[in-house]
């Protein structure tokens, strides 16, 4: 299994950002794909997740009305798509499987910093 995030970066109060994560070694199309975030001296978090087909999402609270998920089973991709970003939003960002198992791989993630 890999998963592959990138996107991440520093940006101003109120921009946006793309996420993107390519994953591999595994059936995509037949997993929930999901976004966490953890920021510094804070536990992971769950941001979003997406069915298996696309059909079906969830945002976290925090994050309703300005993040939104998506996913390519063509190209086994899964995007975040960050709009109205505000300081508490700065976390490295996570791509993994709905819900995530204690056996499953974690990637790197991508550092996202909002800050003027």
């Known amino acids: 299994v890999q998963l592959v995030e990138s996107g991440g970066g520093l940006v101003q109060p109120g921009g946006s950002l793309r996420l993107s994560c390519a994953a591999s070694g595994f059936t995509f199309s037949t997993y929930t794909m999901s976004w966490y975030r953890q920021a510094p001296g804070k536990e992971r978090e769950l941001v979003a997740f997406i069915s298996s087909g696309g059909g079906g999402t969830h945002v976290a609270n925090s994050v309703k009305g300005r993040f939104t998920i998506s996913r390519n089973n063509v190209k086994n991709t899964v995007v975040l798509q960050m709009n109205s970003l505000k300081p508490e939003d700065t976390a490295v960002y996570f791509c993994?499987?709905?819900?995530?198992?204690?056996?499953?791989?974690w990637g790197q993630g991508t550092q996202v910093i909002v800050s003027s």
């Open positions: 993994n499987k709905y819900p995530p198992t204690a056996q499953d791989y």
